[in-house]
C-alpha cells in the first residue's frame, strides 16, 4: 500500500508526527544541539559535522528516499499547543510479506523527558504502522539499562522477548540489547 510522505499527518491527543521537511532543520538542530549530551549514550556516533546542514540535508535526502521506497518512515514529533518540535520517532527496516513487520525507533528532547509525550507518540505511530502499512509485527531495541526507554516500551503494550548480545553500535560499541515486539491487535484491521 502506497503512503504518501507529503499528505502523512499522525494526530494525538497532544502530539503531531510529521515526515521532516526542509523547512524544520532549525528546529531540529537546535533541539538535537541542546539535548546532544542527553542523546549521544544512548546513538550511534554522531558524525563530525553533526546538525549542520550538511548533515541535515544527508539525513532528509536519505529519509525521503527510504519512505519512497517503502523501506522506512521518519516522523518529527511537534506538540500541539505550541507547535514546539519534541523529538522523532521512525519505522525502519520495514519488511512487507509474509514478515509484515518494521522496527521501531525514537528519540526525545532532554526537557521534554516525564511527561508521557514518547509513550503517547509511540502508541499513535505503533497504531498507524499497523492501519496504514498493514504491519503485523512492531520490534524494538533498548539497551538494558534504559529504564525510560524500557518504559515507553511496555506502557505502549510492547512484550519483552529476548536479549541480542552486540545488537547496535551505540556510542561507538557493540553494545546488547533487550529486545521488544508488539504485534498487530487482534481486533485491528
Given at each position: 500500500?502506497?503512503?504518501?510522505q ?8 497532544r ?15 537546535a533541539l ?7 542523546l ?7 558524525p563530525g ?5 550538511a548533515?541535515?540535508?544527508?539525513r532528509?535526502?536519505?529519509w525521503n ?20 518540535l ?5 519505522l525502519?527496516?520495514?519488511?512487507t510479506?509474509?514478515a ?5 525507533g ?8 516525564g ?9 499513535a505511530?505503533?497504531?498507524?504502522g499497523f492501519?496504514?502499512l498493514?504491519?503485523?509485527r ?15 516500551l ?10 541480542a548480545?552486540?545488537y547496535?553500535?551505540?556510542a561507538g560499541?557493540?553494545?546488547d ?9 487482534q481486533n485491528?484491521?
Open positions: 500500500m502506497a503512503v504518501t507529503r499528505d502523512t499527518l499522525i494526530a494525538s491527543e502530539l503531531v508526527l510529521e515526515p521532516p521537511r526542509k523547512s524544520d532543520y532549525e528546529d531540529w538542530a538535537r544541539t541542546a539535548s546532544r549530551a542527553h549521544e549514550p544512548w546513538e550511534p556516533v554522531w559535522d553533526a546538525n549542520s546542514k548533515d541535515w540535508a544527508r532528509l535526502k536519505a528516499a527510504a519512505w519512497k521506497n517503502a523501506q522506512a518512515y521518519v516522523f518529527l514529533i511537534r506538540r500541539v499547543s505550541d507547535n514546539t519534541i523529538g522523532g520517532a521512525s525502519t527496516h520495514v519488511r510479506w509474509p509484515s513487520s518494521a522496527s521501531l525514537y528519540w526525545l528532547g532532554a526537557d521534554f523527558e511527561s508521557g509525550y514518547m509513550r503517547e507518540a509511540v502508541i505511530l505503533t497504531a498507524w492501519d496504514r498493514d504491519l503485523w512492531i520490534d524494538a531495541g533498548t539497551l538494558a539499562e534504559n529504564n525510560r526507554s524500557r518504559k515507553v511496555e506502557t505502549a503494550g510492547f512484550e519483552e522477548e529476548g536479549y548480545r552486540g547496535l553500535e551505540i560499541e557493540r553494545r540489547h533487550v529486545l521488544f515486539g508488539l504485534v498487530r491487535p485491528h484491521g
